[in-house]
T-cell receptor, first 118, second 114 residues
Framework: AQKITQTQPGMFVQEKEAVTLDCTYD???????LFWYKQPSSGEMIFLIY??????QNATEGRYSLNFQKARKSANLVISASQLGDSAMYFC???????????????FGGGTRLMVKP | DAGVTQSPTHLIKTRGQQVTLRCSPK?????VSWYQQALGQGPQFIFQ???????QRGNFPDRFSGHQFPNYSSELNVNALLLGDSALYLC?????????????FGPGTRLTVL
């Protein structure tokens, strides 16, 4: 079974509008972390935002926020006020277990290509 | 403060050859993980090194091996290259017992096998 599922292969958004990128995950471990990365055409994975399974509030980082619905096992990324520079691949990833025990291995989804229209 | 660095940037090899990729972690990080990203897919975990030992391994054959040095830098070696090994190889650094959200990636090495 897929541990991380991103159902949107590609999405368009108008500049200055908000967009939501979907991510669902599957784990039986009560302790886990969810990451979102941006990958421009250059290839580097740029860290955007993190949500821990025990965090009470949804994570926010500038224009990025994470809509964390634990019961539904979803961790959608919301980008507000889209910019042309936001055009890139976006990956959701999960780390299971606690650091030191399970290490820091990340499991990635297949990604969503976001294209911002001027 | 230098981030994660990788070398070389690009590499072209032929089938059957061997290749070595290099990674220097972010300052203060002691753990290095390697990922393979085939075109159009998400990264796949290869293995992770901590204290110069392989701590975790993904579903990759023994042709993929690695090493971590006392200064925490790491090498990824791939023997008997196959066409299917063509991919972007990403290195990520973190602290094994550090902040939960720290997992920083380097720019990657793009390997082409002809």
């Amino acid at each position: 079974a897929q541990k991380i599922t991103q159902t949107q292969p590609g999405m368009f958004v108008q500049e200055k509008e908000a967009v939501t990128l979907d991510c669902t995950y599957d784990t039986s471990d009560p302790s886990y972390g969810l990451f979102w990365y941006k990958q421009p055409s250059s290839g580097e994975m740029i860290f955007l935002i993190y949500q821990g399974s025990y965090d009470q509030q949804n994570a926010t980082e500038g224009r990025y926020s994470l809509n964390f619905q634990k019961a539904r096992k979803s961790a959608n990324l919301v980008i507000s006020a889209s910019q042309l520079g936001d055009s890139a691949m976006y990956f959701c990833a999960m780390r299971e277990g606690t650091l030191g025990n399970a290490g820091n291995m990340l499991t990635f989804g297949g990604g969503t290509r976001l294209m911002v229209k001027p | 403060d230098a981030g994660v660095t990788q070398s070389p940037t690009h590499l072209i090899k032929t089938r059957g050859q061997q290749v070595t990729l290099r990674c220097s972690p972010k300052s203060g990080h002691d753990t290095v993980s390697w990922y393979q990203q085939a075109l159009g897919q998400g990264p796949q975990f290869i293995f992770q090194y901590y204290e110069e030992e392989e701590r975790q391994r993904g579903n990759f054959p023994d042709r993929f091996s690695g090493h971590q040095f006392p200064n925490y830098s790491s090498e990824l070696n791939v023997n008997a290259l196959l066409l299917g090994d063509s991919a972007l190889y990403l290195c990520a650094s973190s602290m094994l017992a550090g902040k939960l959200n720290e997992q920083f990636f380097g720019p990657g090495t793009r390997l082409t096998v002809l």
